[in-house]
Protein backbone atom coordinates (compact mmCIF):
# COMPACT_ATOMS: atom_id res chain seq x y z
CA UNK A 1 0.00 0.00 0.00
CA UNK A 2 2.98 2.37 1.02
CA UNK A 3 4.57 2.08 -2.12
CA UNK A 4 1.74 3.28 -4.69
CA UNK A 5 1.76 6.41 -2.57
CA UNK A 6 5.52 6.72 -3.09
CA UNK A 7 5.96 6.83 -6.18
CA UNK A 8 2.94 8.91 -6.89
CA UNK A 9 4.75 11.18 -4.78
CA UNK A 10 8.05 11.06 -6.73
CA UNK A 11 6.41 11.02 -10.31
CA UNK A 12 4.13 14.26 -9.05
CA UNK A 13 7.58 16.15 -7.56
CA UNK A 14 9.49 14.97 -10.74
CA UNK A 15 6.71 16.72 -12.71
CA UNK A 16 6.89 19.83 -11.17
CA UNK A 17 10.05 20.31 -10.86
CA UNK A 18 10.46 19.64 -14.80
CA UNK A 19 8.81 22.59 -17.24
CA UNK A 20 8.55 20.51 -20.05
CA UNK A 21 7.09 18.22 -18.14
CA UNK A 22 4.68 20.14 -16.11
CA UNK A 23 3.79 21.88 -18.87
CA UNK A 24 2.75 18.94 -20.92
CA UNK A 25 0.71 17.12 -18.61
CA UNK A 26 -1.06 19.72 -16.08
CA UNK A 27 -3.96 21.52 -17.01
CA UNK A 28 -3.03 24.86 -16.00
CA UNK A 29 0.43 25.37 -14.79
CA UNK A 30 3.52 28.39 -14.48
CA UNK A 31 1.31 31.63 -13.36
CA UNK A 32 2.89 34.51 -13.48
CA UNK A 33 1.65 38.05 -12.93
CA UNK A 34 1.54 40.89 -16.28
CA UNK A 35 2.23 44.33 -15.74
CA UNK A 36 -1.11 44.96 -17.13
CA UNK A 37 -2.95 45.58 -20.85
CA UNK A 38 -0.24 45.94 -22.75
CA UNK A 39 1.86 42.87 -21.58
CA UNK A 40 -1.23 40.86 -21.41
CA UNK A 41 -1.73 41.83 -25.56
CA UNK A 42 1.85 41.39 -26.04
CA UNK A 43 2.08 38.07 -24.74
CA UNK A 44 -1.30 36.73 -26.06
CA UNK A 45 -0.06 38.35 -29.52
CA UNK A 46 3.00 36.16 -29.44
CA UNK A 47 1.89 32.97 -28.61
CA UNK A 48 -0.93 30.87 -31.05
CA UNK A 49 -2.24 29.60 -27.67
CA UNK A 50 -6.09 28.44 -28.03
CA UNK A 51 -5.72 29.16 -32.02
CA UNK A 52 -3.53 25.91 -32.25
CA UNK A 53 -4.93 22.68 -32.84
CA UNK A 54 -2.61 20.73 -30.16
CA UNK A 55 -4.34 23.03 -27.65
CA UNK A 56 -8.23 22.20 -29.31
CA UNK A 57 -6.99 18.42 -29.05
CA UNK A 58 -5.69 18.15 -25.19
CA UNK A 59 -8.90 20.65 -23.82
CA UNK A 60 -11.04 18.52 -25.82
CA UNK A 61 -9.52 14.84 -24.13
CA UNK A 62 -10.06 16.82 -20.59
CA UNK A 63 -13.61 17.57 -21.51
CA UNK A 64 -14.46 13.75 -22.96
CA UNK A 65 -13.75 12.39 -19.46
CA UNK A 66 -16.10 15.15 -18.10
CA UNK A 67 -19.00 14.07 -20.72
CA UNK A 68 -18.64 10.76 -19.80
CA UNK A 69 -18.71 11.25 -16.34
CA UNK A 70 -21.80 13.50 -16.44
CA UNK A 71 -23.80 11.05 -18.54
CA UNK A 72 -23.58 8.45 -16.30
CA UNK A 73 -25.46 10.63 -14.01
CA UNK A 74 -22.64 12.74 -11.85
CA UNK A 75 -21.78 15.93 -13.25
CA UNK A 76 -19.24 18.16 -12.30
CA UNK A 77 -20.33 21.33 -10.15
CA UNK A 78 -19.32 23.57 -13.26
CA UNK A 79 -21.59 21.41 -15.61
CA UNK A 80 -24.15 21.23 -13.39
CA UNK A 81 -24.47 24.73 -12.56
CA UNK A 82 -24.26 25.84 -16.27
CA UNK A 83 -27.38 23.97 -16.92
CA UNK A 84 -28.63 25.45 -13.30
CA UNK A 85 -28.08 28.95 -14.59
CA UNK A 86 -30.12 28.73 -17.86
CA UNK A 87 -32.75 26.32 -16.70
CA UNK A 88 -33.46 29.33 -13.67
CA UNK A 89 -34.09 31.76 -16.58
CA UNK A 90 -37.73 29.68 -17.46
CA UNK A 91 -37.48 30.33 -20.47
CA UNK A 92 -38.31 27.03 -22.54
CA UNK A 93 -36.15 25.77 -24.94
CA UNK A 94 -34.03 29.17 -25.03
CA UNK A 95 -32.49 30.54 -28.16
CA UNK A 96 -28.86 30.73 -26.34
CA UNK A 97 -25.22 31.96 -27.99
CA UNK A 98 -22.31 30.74 -26.42
CA UNK A 99 -19.39 33.04 -26.31
CA UNK A 100 -16.36 30.84 -26.50
CA UNK A 101 -17.71 27.81 -27.05
CA UNK A 102 -14.62 25.81 -28.08
CA UNK A 103 -14.47 22.72 -29.18
CA UNK A 104 -18.63 23.22 -28.34
CA UNK A 105 -19.03 20.65 -25.54
CA UNK A 106 -21.57 22.67 -23.76
CA UNK A 107 -23.87 22.22 -26.32
CA UNK A 108 -23.84 17.98 -25.43
CA UNK A 109 -24.07 19.80 -21.30
CA UNK A 110 -27.42 21.50 -22.42
CA UNK A 111 -28.44 18.83 -24.00
CA UNK A 112 -28.27 16.28 -21.38
CA UNK A 113 -29.11 18.20 -18.28
CA UNK A 114 -31.95 20.46 -19.27
CA UNK A 115 -35.05 18.52 -20.02
CA UNK A 116 -35.93 20.70 -22.82
CA UNK A 117 -32.26 21.80 -24.45
CA UNK A 118 -31.74 24.68 -26.36
CA UNK A 119 -32.05 26.01 -29.46
CA UNK A 120 -28.00 26.71 -29.60
CA UNK A 121 -25.42 28.59 -31.29
CA UNK A 122 -22.07 28.56 -30.42
CA UNK A 123 -18.91 31.14 -31.51
CA UNK A 124 -15.19 31.25 -30.99
CA UNK A 125 -12.43 33.82 -32.52
CA UNK A 126 -10.28 30.01 -32.84
CA UNK A 127 -10.81 28.72 -36.24
CA UNK A 128 -9.29 25.78 -35.05
CA UNK A 129 -12.02 25.39 -32.03
CA UNK A 130 -14.90 25.77 -34.76
CA UNK A 131 -13.45 23.10 -36.81
CA UNK A 132 -13.37 20.42 -34.19
CA UNK A 133 -16.97 22.03 -32.66
CA UNK A 134 -18.53 21.31 -36.58
CA UNK A 135 -17.01 17.66 -36.82
CA UNK A 136 -17.76 17.01 -33.15
CA UNK A 137 -21.29 18.02 -33.37
CA UNK A 138 -22.86 18.62 -37.05
CA UNK A 139 -26.48 19.32 -35.96
CA UNK A 140 -25.16 22.70 -33.82
CA UNK A 141 -24.49 26.14 -35.56
CA UNK A 142 -20.97 27.34 -34.99
CA UNK A 143 -18.94 30.19 -36.09
CA UNK A 144 -15.70 31.80 -36.05
CA UNK A 145 -16.21 35.39 -34.78
CA UNK A 146 -14.99 37.77 -31.94
CA UNK A 147 -16.52 38.40 -28.86
CA UNK A 148 -15.72 41.83 -28.45
CA UNK A 149 -17.60 42.39 -32.42
CA UNK A 150 -20.52 40.26 -32.40
CA UNK A 151 -22.03 39.68 -35.72
CA UNK A 152 -25.72 39.34 -34.64
CA UNK A 153 -28.24 42.03 -34.28
CA UNK A 154 -29.23 43.76 -30.97
CA UNK A 155 -31.42 41.20 -28.70
CA UNK A 156 -30.93 38.63 -30.96
CA UNK A 157 -30.32 35.58 -28.38
CA UNK A 158 -32.79 35.67 -25.68
CA UNK A 159 -29.89 34.25 -23.37
CA UNK A 160 -25.76 34.82 -23.92
CA UNK A 161 -24.48 32.40 -22.18
CA UNK A 162 -20.28 33.29 -21.89
CA UNK A 163 -18.68 29.78 -21.20
CA UNK A 164 -15.95 29.98 -18.87
CA UNK A 165 -14.01 32.10 -21.86
CA UNK A 166 -14.24 35.53 -20.35
CA UNK A 167 -11.52 35.15 -18.21
CA UNK A 168 -9.41 34.76 -21.72
CA UNK A 169 -10.74 38.42 -23.10
CA UNK A 170 -8.21 40.64 -22.75
CA UNK A 171 -10.76 43.45 -23.80
CA UNK A 172 -13.64 41.84 -21.43
CA UNK A 173 -14.90 45.24 -21.29
CA UNK A 174 -16.24 45.20 -25.05
CA UNK A 175 -17.31 41.56 -24.57
CA UNK A 176 -19.24 42.40 -21.62
CA UNK A 177 -20.84 45.28 -23.49
CA UNK A 178 -21.24 43.00 -26.87
CA UNK A 179 -23.18 40.16 -24.33
CA UNK A 180 -25.46 42.93 -23.16
CA UNK A 181 -26.78 44.16 -26.58
CA UNK A 182 -26.66 40.91 -28.28
CA UNK A 183 -28.67 39.21 -25.46
CA UNK A 184 -32.63 40.07 -25.29
CA UNK A 185 -33.21 38.62 -21.86
CA UNK A 186 -30.69 37.67 -19.71
CA UNK A 187 -26.67 37.09 -19.79
CA UNK A 188 -24.44 34.26 -17.70
CA UNK A 189 -21.20 34.08 -17.19
CA UNK A 190 -20.04 31.11 -16.39
CA UNK A 191 -16.83 29.94 -14.47
CA UNK A 192 -15.57 33.09 -13.97
CA UNK A 193 -11.87 33.73 -11.88
CA UNK A 194 -12.76 36.37 -8.97
CA UNK A 195 -10.76 37.99 -6.03
CA UNK A 196 -12.78 39.59 -3.59
CA UNK A 197 -9.94 41.45 -1.98
CA UNK A 198 -7.84 42.44 -4.98
CA UNK A 199 -8.31 44.22 -8.08
CA UNK A 200 -8.23 42.60 -11.80
CA UNK A 201 -4.86 41.14 -12.87
CA UNK A 202 -3.76 39.92 -16.03
CA UNK A 203 -1.62 36.61 -15.81
CA UNK A 204 0.17 34.54 -18.13
CA UNK A 205 0.54 30.88 -18.29
CA UNK A 206 0.00 27.26 -19.32
CA UNK A 207 -3.35 25.78 -20.52
CA UNK A 208 -3.09 22.23 -22.22
CA UNK A 209 0.76 23.13 -23.11
CA UNK A 210 0.35 26.43 -24.84
CA UNK A 211 0.84 29.66 -23.43
CA UNK A 212 -1.93 31.71 -22.58
CA UNK A 213 -3.31 35.13 -21.07
CA UNK A 214 -5.84 34.84 -18.39
CA UNK A 215 -7.45 37.38 -16.21
CA UNK A 216 -8.84 37.03 -12.48
CA UNK A 217 -11.11 39.52 -12.01
CA UNK A 218 -11.62 42.16 -8.96
CA UNK A 219 -15.58 41.02 -8.02
CA UNK A 220 -16.67 44.20 -7.25
CA UNK A 221 -14.81 45.77 -10.27
CA UNK A 222 -16.80 43.44 -12.65
CA UNK A 223 -20.02 43.58 -10.73
CA UNK A 224 -19.76 47.52 -11.67
CA UNK A 225 -19.01 46.88 -15.34
CA UNK A 226 -21.83 44.60 -15.90
CA UNK A 227 -23.79 47.53 -14.28
CA UNK A 228 -22.91 49.73 -16.58
CA UNK A 229 -23.46 47.41 -19.39
CA UNK A 230 -27.02 47.80 -18.20
CA UNK A 231 -26.96 43.97 -17.02
CA UNK A 232 -28.68 43.50 -13.02
CA UNK A 233 -27.78 40.81 -11.05
CA UNK A 234 -30.12 38.03 -10.08
CA UNK A 235 -28.21 35.33 -8.80
CA UNK A 236 -24.76 33.82 -8.31
CA UNK A 237 -23.26 29.93 -7.77
CA UNK A 238 -20.12 28.97 -6.59
CA UNK A 239 -18.09 27.44 -8.66
CA UNK A 240 -14.96 24.65 -8.56
CA UNK A 241 -11.83 25.56 -6.63
CA UNK A 242 -9.68 27.73 -8.60
CA UNK A 243 -7.01 29.62 -6.61
CA UNK A 244 -4.44 31.71 -8.02
CA UNK A 245 -2.70 33.03 -4.21
CA UNK A 246 0.81 31.45 -4.99
CA UNK A 247 1.39 33.78 -7.81
CA UNK A 248 -0.99 36.82 -6.57
CA UNK A 249 -0.93 36.51 -2.90
CA UNK A 250 -4.32 36.67 -3.42
CA UNK A 251 -6.42 33.70 -2.98
CA UNK A 252 -9.73 33.57 -5.71
CA UNK A 253 -12.78 31.37 -6.44
CA UNK A 254 -14.82 30.57 -9.14
CA UNK A 255 -18.56 31.79 -9.32
CA UNK A 256 -21.33 32.10 -12.18
CA UNK A 257 -23.44 35.15 -12.57
CA UNK A 258 -27.14 35.07 -14.20
CA UNK A 259 -27.29 38.98 -14.98
CA UNK A 260 -31.28 40.18 -16.33
CA UNK A 261 -30.92 42.75 -19.08
CA UNK A 262 -32.54 46.15 -17.99
Not at 31 to 52: C, F, I, M, N, P
Request: proline share 5%; hydrophobic share 45%; glycine share 8%.
Amino acid sequence: MKLPRIVRKVAKAVIQSTPILRRQILFSTDYRVLGGVDEAQTAAASSDGWLAGRTVARQQRAYDSLIATMKRGEPRLDLRVAAEAVAATAIPHPRLLEVGCGSGYYSEVFATLLPGGVDYTGIDYSGAMIERARLRYPLMTFEVADATRLPYADRAFEIVFNGVSLMHIIDYQAAIREAARVAARYCIFHTVPVFHDHQTTFLSKYAYGAPVVEVVFGKQELMEMCRGAGLRLEREWPGIPYNVHEATGHHSTTETYLFAIL
